[in-house]
């Protein structure tokens, strides 16, 4: 009798069917004061990699809270690691902007990052 083994499934790039968009922070001038509610945020293109974004299904603690409100619609992003990629960046899927609620975690030994993104509320201004 043979001993079971654990399979370990393999990473399928033909997943990642969507292309986002990373953008940070411009940093202030020199000299600049920053204060805030003054002008818009500044936002610079990081990059553009594809991508696999799922929805993330509500749990039962969230359903049930009169907390939770339909605004805010997490997803999974997964992609190919990269090192340039904080949890202060924002991203663009779809004409959308989401802001990086936890991760980057990285998934096997440098092969993928996974994220959770949430839609940023309108009257953030986006990227």
Not at 77 to 95: F, G, K, N, P
Request: glycine share 6%; charged share 30%; with cysteine.
């Amino acid at each position: 009798m043979r001993a079971a083994r654990t399979v370990v499934t393999a990473f399928d790039p033909g997943n990642m069917r969507s292309v986002v968009t990373f953008f940070r922070r411009r940093a202030p001038a020199p000299g600049a004061t920053n204060k805030p509610g003054k002008g818009k945020e500044q936002w610079d293109e990081v990059c553009t990699v594809r991508a696999e974004v799922q929805d993330v299904l509500p749990s039962r603690a969230q359903r049930d809270s009169d907390v939770a409100t339909a605004s805010a619609r997490p997803a999974r992003l997964r992609m190919l690691y990269r090192t340039d990629i904080t949890a202060d960046m924002r991203v663009v899927h779809d004409r959308r902007t989401y802001e990086i609620v936890t991760g980057p975690a990285q998934l096997g030994f440098r092969q993928r990052l996974e994220l959770v993104i949430e839609e940023t509320s309108a009257h953030e201004g986006g990227k």
